[in-house]
Each structure stands twice: as C-alpha cells, then as structure tokens.
C-alpha cells in the first residue's frame, strides 16, 4: 500500500493543488464525451494540465486507458489520475429514470439495476460515480426531478443508500466497483418556481423534516463523496455555505469523505455575487472544505498564494490531498491505474442479454397504471393495432443522463409490439409532433383513420426527453403541442383506447383524462423501453408502480406534494371554487394522481388492518397487521403502504406521512397478512426548536396510498 504521507512530503505545492482539480476528458485528449455546462476558458498552461489529478466525461476504456498512460509517463510523483462521471440510471445498458424507479418501491431491483451499471461503467473505465443524486423535490416545473425519487424522503433515502451499497459492492478497489457520490448537498431542488439553479429559502425544520434526510441516509450507508449543490441556500451558496458544509456535515453528521464542486460551482460563486473574483472564491471553497474544484480555475492558478498569504492553511492543503489520495489508494490504482477497465472488457460487459433482461424488468416495474376503465390489458389475439402518436416508433425514450446509452439501440414501442404480436397487423401513425412549439395539425386525420380502422389503439404521447434533466425546466407541464387534440380526436374515432406517457416528470394530463379510459405512465423507460410497454399494454405483465411524485391538474398547483399540512381552511371538497376556503377559484386541492396512487390488473382487496395495542411509549412497539386479498384471476405485486398522520403537535404536521411499506406478491384470491412494526422514533418530527422529537398524543396510522386512505386505526403514544 502506497505511503500517502510519504507521498505528500516529497510533492510540490503546485503538485499537491493538482490533485484538487479535475477537468473535462477533453482539455487532455480531443473526446467527443459530452460536457456540462460551460467548460470555462480555463487558461492553463500546460504544466497545469500535467499536474491534474482527476478527469471528467470521457468516452470509453480506451480514452482512459490512453489518458492514464500519458499522465503517468509525464508525472514525476507516478500517481494516477481517478476518472469520474455521472452514471445515472445506467451506462450503456440504460434503466428507467430514477423518478420511474423510485415508483417499483422495491430497493431490491434498485440494486440489481445499479450493480449491472457498475460492472459495465467499470470495464469502461469509471472509478467514481457522481451517484446517488437524492434531492427532494415537489415542483415538477424543474427539470431534474427525472434524476430523483420524488417527494417522499423515506424513498428518496432509501433508495439513495440502496444504490450507495449496489455501486460500492464488495469494496471499491475491485473492478466492477465504484465509488459513489451524494447530490447535491443541499435542497437543489426547493428551486423556487421550479426554475434550475434558482434562490432556496427555506426553514431550517422544513430542511430538516424535508430536503436533508436523503443526503444522511447515504452517508450513513457509507458514501465515498459529497457534491455540494449550485443553489444558494438561505442566502448562501452551498459550496460556500458554512452551515451546511461543517455545522451539519462535518459536526453534526460526522462526514469524512471527499467533497467536491460541481461544475463550475466555485467560479460561480462571482456570479451569485459572493465572491469578486475566482480567487476569493477559491478562498470561501477551500476554506468550507470542498476538497476538488470542478472545471473552474480557482484552486489552480490561486490555491498557492492563498497558502502563502495565510488566507489557506497549508496543513489543511495537505489534509485535502491526502483524502484525494487516500481515495485513490482505496481504489486500487496505485497498483491498477486501469482499475480493471479495458476496451475488451468494456465489449465483454456491456448491453449484455442478461443487462437487456434487467432493463425491460425494471421498466415494467416503474411503470404506473394510472388510469383504467376496463380496457387493458389488449388481447394478445387482436388482429390490428394502432400505434398513434410521436412516440409511437420513437427510440428516443433513454431519458436525460443516460451517460453512453444509445437511443438506437431502445427498442421502441413499435419494435416491443411488433415482436409480441408477430400476427397482428401493426399500423403507425405519428398524427403531430411532441415540441411544444410545433402545432402542424395535418397528420391528425391520418391518424384518425388509422384508429377507425383498427382493433386496439395505444397512443404514445409525452415530452421529449431533453424536456427534463439538467437545466430543462418548463413553465407549462402538460404534453407539449397539439397531443391533447390529437388524442381527444382519436379518442371519438375508437373508444378500444389506451394511452401511454414517455415523460421525465409528471405532466398535467387533465385534458387526456377526460377523453381516455385508460393510462399507463411508462416515465423514460430506457432501453428496453417498448418492450416493457408491449408486455404490459398486452397482458405479459402486470402494472404495479405506484407514483414517486403527485401529477397535478395544473400547472398553476405547483409545487404540490402529498404530505402537505392542514392549514387553518383545507378544501371541503374539489368543486366549490368560491368563499372562504383554501381551494383556487378555477381548479380543486388535490392533484390528479397522487404519492402512492397506481393501479393493477389485479383486483387488490384490503380486508383488515389491527394493531397490537392502542398505545405505545416510548421504548416500546407495536405491530400492524394488514391484510391484503387479489381477489381477481390476475397474478400481481402491491406496494403495501403505511401512513402516519400526528394529530396534534407543537408543529403543524403533514396530512400523511409514509413510514413504511412492503412490496407483496399475490397470485388470484391469495390473501396474506403484512406486519409493521411501530416505534417510538418512527413518530418524531423536527419541532421549532430543531429537536427531533416525539410528542405525546394520538396518531392516526393509515393504509392505502395517500389520497385514498383505506383503513385507518388510532395509536396512543404515551
Ligand atoms: C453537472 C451536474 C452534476 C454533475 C456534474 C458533472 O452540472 O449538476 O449533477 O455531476 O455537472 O457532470
């Protein structure tokens, strides 16, 4: 094992500042691995570039393999570069959106997705992904809602770990391994109105109750890395925001790891207004404990006259190096800089059958029936189908983020259909566009004979998939263009109707609901995205997500999330519009769907639901039993879910709050029994004090999901 201390002793000032900066693939080779955000005019010398210690998006094993060489023959000190990138929801072989994800509630298949991206993302030369990215989220204006698990914290951390212990596996020195890295530290998405990069303002308990927990359940869970986030919070950004970067990381949570910027983060600091220049801003950045600077010029061209100025402390310069190297020795590479990657490896383990297998699972497992009035499944006997809409022959359904994924190598609804129905007549009829800015009606009577005509119509409908991700916010959330017309026409022309969504957030689908009996959101499925679409549009599968995020009936509810408080005038009900009540004038409280809601083809029947006692204190438990019946003729899964909601509190509290779930299979008129059990430390809640604490009184436990609560029993805490 290398001697890091040894190491740092011999180095340069300038060597060890290397080590705390990464850039872009392409500032050491020219790679067509795409970059985010500006690539700042960095100005560096070639010497600067020689002292580099990490590297960012890059295109293969080969580029990295080549790169690696170079630095090493040139470096004086033979330390290793460590590769990093954004292996989001898969690298080649793509998985549904994390948001889709999110919806199968099963950390299982969660993890099973993610050790097949980490086997292929390492044989391609990854060493560090800048995964889990954890942000809460409740306003489906912002575009990277697609990159988390919603508006509930106990998923969004939960399935946050669960990658953090999939993508680590065994330990991160062996090949087939990474290190992993939380996002973005904190509250990147409380953006308000939605709008990417936006102002945060939020309370400390609402913080605490809310948008951090995420972040700890995966540094609980072990993760290498932290990101902080572009966002100011509460009046500072957070890659210079003390409160956050060492009250609560370092302090109170206890973190140790790495810390870097993101993209420019540091230089951004200027522009927030909190810096004058790039070497102020590297001052408040080191000095927070971001540890690299990502592509931004601060540390390099500064760092070593802050030391010499005093304004940055040369042991703690050194303490950053050594957990730079540190990582790079956990990783192995001192011994294998390729980290096991190679250009024959990276062929042998990726878009693999086995990986296409895991895809099409996971996407059945993420879509969510949201709506069905009796017509699906099809029958697989059906002599002619059409396909109608702009994603009806589309490959582009990957989503955003989806790292070296192909939308070529998708199989689209039309291929997913075509391959389940070898026999059936298959017409495709675009009928319009899905840009919001393209309203060309006249392939709409096309498609309106091609429904006439046909046995079953499946529309394809949604957003494209560059409408989400980083920087892609939209102010109007309802399918881009004319689909709603489209559907509404197609909809008199066949009432044998089903529409499915391609879409990286909930969309406003009130006018597609008024006119379709039935609904199936597929989320951007990934790669074997069709196929997934085909087998349950047809009866191979059986829907059983259940939402991440509520879909609301417009735009103008945003943000709307499920577990909102009472207030002093909740709605009385979702028609009247006038006097004296919290409802809008032209539109009700609740959302279309809410957290939680997804049906099946099964028919899910809640028989029972009892507690062991009506009391608990505060070392104590209790148990709640559930059970559950199918009651039809149709294998199936449901998400057993259970609510809490705390009466009276110090706080106003949420309406519901989910505490626990379990994901059950039940083949026809199988009926089993769940059992929770129920602690104390599940019923507390951040007060004003910032205390996390319980408080005496009764709490109403719930199941069903959560705006439509099917049994509900009262517990006493004592
Ligand atoms: C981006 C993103 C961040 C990502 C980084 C490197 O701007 O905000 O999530 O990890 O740059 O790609």
Known sequence: ??????????????????????????????????ITGPLTDAGLTPEDIGRIGSVLNF???????????????????????????????????????????????????????????????????????????????????????????????????????????????????????????VKHYAAYGGAEAGRDYNTVELSEHTLREFYLPAYKACI?????????????????????????????LRDEWGFDGLVISDYNAIGELITHGVA????????????????????????????AELVDEGKVSAEKLDEAVYKVLELKARLGLFEDPYHGASPEAEAAHSLTPTNRAVAKKAAMESAVLLKNE??????????????????ADNHEIIGFWSCQGKNEESVSVKEGVAALLPDAEIVVAKGCSNKWNELDASGIAE???????????????????????????????????????????VAKANSNTAAIIFTGRPLVLSKLNACIPAILNMWFPGTEGGSAAAALLFGDANPCGKLSMSFPKSVGQCPIYYNHTNTGRPKPNEDRHYGYNSNYIDCGNLPLFSFG????????????????????????????KITVLNDSAVEGKETVQLYMRDMVASNVRPVQQLIAFNKISLAPGERKTITFTIKEEMLRFWNNENKYVSEPGEFRLSTGCADHLIKTQSVILK
């Open 447 to 489: 498609a309106v004979a091609a429904a006439e005509a046909a046995d079953a119509v499946i529309l394809c409908l949604g957003e494209p998939q560059n409408y989400s991700g980083e920087g892609n916010c939209r102010t109007d959330i309802d399918l881009p263009g004319i689909q709603n017309q489209l559907a509404e026409e």
């Open 220 to 248: 609980d869970a072990g993760v290498d890395m932290l990101m902080p986030s572009f966002n100011s919070l509460n009046g500072v950004p957070s890659v210079a925001n003390n409160w956050l970067m060492n009250d609560i």
């Open 1 to 34: 094992m290398v001697d890091i201390s040894k190491l740092i002793s011999e180095m340069t000032t300038e060597e060890k500042i290397g080590q705390l900066v990464q850039y872009n693939a392409n500032l050491f080779i020219d790679s067509e691995a795409g």
């Open 59 to 181: 295109k293969n094993a080969e580029e990295v393999c080549k790169i690696q060489d170079m630095h090493l023959a040139a470096d004086r000190n033979k330390i290793p570069m460590v590769f990093m990138m954004d292996v989001i929801h898969g690298y080649r072989t793509i998985f549904p959106i994390p948001l889709g994800l999110g919806c199968s509630f099963d950390t299982e298949l969660v993890k099973e997705c993610t050790r097949m991206a980490s086997d292929e993302a390492s044989a391609a030369g990854i060493q560090v992904t800048f995964t889990p990215m954890v942000d809460y989220v409740r306003d489906a204006r912002w575009g990277r809602v697609m990159e988390t698990c919603g508006e509930e914290p106990l998923l969004n951390g939960l399935m946050g770990a669960a990658q953090v212990e999939a993508f680590r596996g065994e330990g991160i020195e062996k090949p087939g391994n990474l290190a992993t890295c």
């Open 374 to 391: 009796n017509i699906l499944p099809f029958k697989k006997e059906v002599r002619k189908v059409a396909l109608i809409g702009p994603f």
């Open 276 to 303: 004058a220049d790039i070497k102020e801003a590297a001052e408040k950045a080191f000095n927070c404990g971001c540890h690299i600077e990502m592509c931004s010029s601060g540390y390099v061209k500064h760092l």
């Open 597 to 624: 809601h997804g049906l099946s083809y099964s028919n899910f029947v809640y028989e029972d639901m009892t507690l062991s006692s009506d009391s608990l204190t505060a070392d104590g438990s209790l148990e709640v």
